[in-house]
């Protein structure tokens, strides 16, 4: 198991969502969470539907970017199309803008589900922004960046990736 696969193990996505990952691997890629050396995933999901779209179910994704200056929370969209679990689209602002049918620029998500009245300034949000379930883990995942900006993230031994997925299998 990759340390990618273990973030989204950890992640509380549904069935159709981790089938979807499986399936497309510029999907997985485009995701923040996956990218441990720069994120820092809450391992938490916000669900809401857009006045504009009710049909599609919107799943918030975030993360704390410990190598920005200044650090900040980010959120991603996924959206489920039909809210049928079984086609998504995730909406987020990637480096190398190569967006395709499913990974789209977060602005487009603003066109369709916004309009300047829901979501707004939800992409870079504050931390009093964050809802306040997920504060707890905001928190956390500000004193992980501090430890992480110190000392880096290093990589595990096969038998440690072993070892974490079997602590993982028992929770």
């Not at 990952?21 to 995701?31: M, N, Q, Y």
């Amino acid at each position: 198991m990759t340390r990618e696969e273990i973030i989204i193990q950890m992640m509380p996505f549904s069935s159709g969502i981790r089938h979807w990952l499986k399936k497309h691997p510029d999907f997985f890629a485009a995701l923040k969470i996956i990218y441990p050396k720069r994120f820092i995933a809450l391992l938490a999901i916000v669900i809401s539907y857009s006045k504009l779209v009710p049909k599609d179910k919107i799943i918030g994704i975030f993360a704390y970017d410990y190598l920005s200056r200044p650090e900040r929370f980010k959120q991603d969209f996924i959206v489920d199309i039909n809210n049928k679990d079984q086609e998504f689209i995730l909406y987020t602002r990637l480096p190398n803008r190569n967006y395709g049918k499913y990974v789209k620029d977060i602005n487009e998500f603003f066109n369709k589900y916004s309009k300047g009245i829901y979501y707004k300034d939800s992409h870079h949000i504050s931390f009093q922004d964050i809802p306040e379930e997920l504060k707890p883990r905001a928190i956390e995942a500000q004193k992980l960046g501090k430890k992480l900006k110190l000392s880096g993230l290093r990589n595990l031994s096969q038998k440690e990736m072993e070892n974490l997925e079997l602590k993982l299998c028992d929770l």
